[in-house]
């Protein structure tokens, strides 16, 4: 089955820059989104269409993908930012997969 | 803004069947570009997509759980439903019901419901 590969963690001190990444097969002909998931709260979409950035979304949130590997990059990351963020995809038959997600700290 | 909630039973005994409801406001079901999906994670645990259903009643599902899932829904009372049978403690999970915007060939949940807790335990 296909799978999507995350870092389980990322940490940086506020300001930084964070980068979180998601490697799968299907991501040159696929595009990747990006949900950010806050303690005991449902996920919010942070990123479309592997760079599109959902209206109220705070500027520091860019995506990009090349080849096999798509980035959500927090620029200037603030302590509100941290959260568990899961990428999403699907493969060249259609099947629907998150990725198994990444811990941001920032501290 | 669309907004979604689910409602259902938070306690199910072993090998019973699942069954939540979700309740779609500040929209219309049958709006032509949107699925209607169900997402469950797993305390401390990633995303799992269940399936989706289109307003014609048009299906699919994740082939892990596809034997014992079924999505339908109500269009009359603006809401969809999801029922997983034979559930098993693995299946204890938060719920989530989303509404999945199809553009180009892709469809990605762009709105979600708050979640409820299901719990399989005897």
């Known amino acids: 089955s296909y799978e999507l590969t995350q870092p389980p963690s990322v940490s940086v001190s506020p300001g930084q820059t964070a980068r979180i990444t998601c490697s799968g097969d299907?991501?040159?002909?696929?595009?990747a989104y990006w949900y950010q998931q806050k303690s005991g709260q449902a996920p919010v979409l942070v990123i479309y269409?592997?760079?599109k950035r959902p209206s109220g979304i705070p500027e520091r949130f860019s995506g990009s993908s090349s080849g096999t590997m798509a980035t959500l990059t927090i620029s200037g990351a603030q302590v509100e930012d941290e959260a568990d963020y899961y990428c999403?995809?699907?493969?060249?038959?259609?099947?629907?997969?998150f990725g198994g997600g990444t811990k941001l700290t920032v501290l | 803004q669309v907004q979604l909630q689910e409602s259902g039973p938070g306690l199910v005994k072993p090998s019973q069947t699942l069954s939540l409801t979700c309740t779609v406001s500040?929209?219309?079901?049958?709006?032509?570009?949107?699925?209607w999906s169900w997402i469950r994670q797993p305390a401390g645990k990633g995303l799992e997509w269940i399936g989706r259903i289109y307003t014609s009643g048009s299906t699919n599902y994740n082939p892990s759980l596809k034997s014992r899932v079924t999505i339908s829904v109500d269009t009359s009372k603006n809401q969809f439903s999801l029922k997983l049978s034979s559930v098993t403690a693995a299946d204890t999970a938060v719920y989530y019901c989303?509404?999945?915007?199809?553009?180009?060939?892709?469809?990605?949940?762009?709105?979600w419901g708050q979640g409820t807790l299901v719990t399989v335990s005897s």
């Open positions: 500040g929209g219309s079901i049958s709006s032509g570009s949107y699925y």
């Open positions: 299907a991501l040159p002909k696929k595009y």
């Open positions: 269409e592997d760079s």
């Open positions: 989303a509404s999945e915007y199809c553009s180009g060939g892709s469809c990605y949940p762009d709105y």
């Open positions: 999403y995809s699907t493969d060249s038959s259609g099947a629907v997969v």
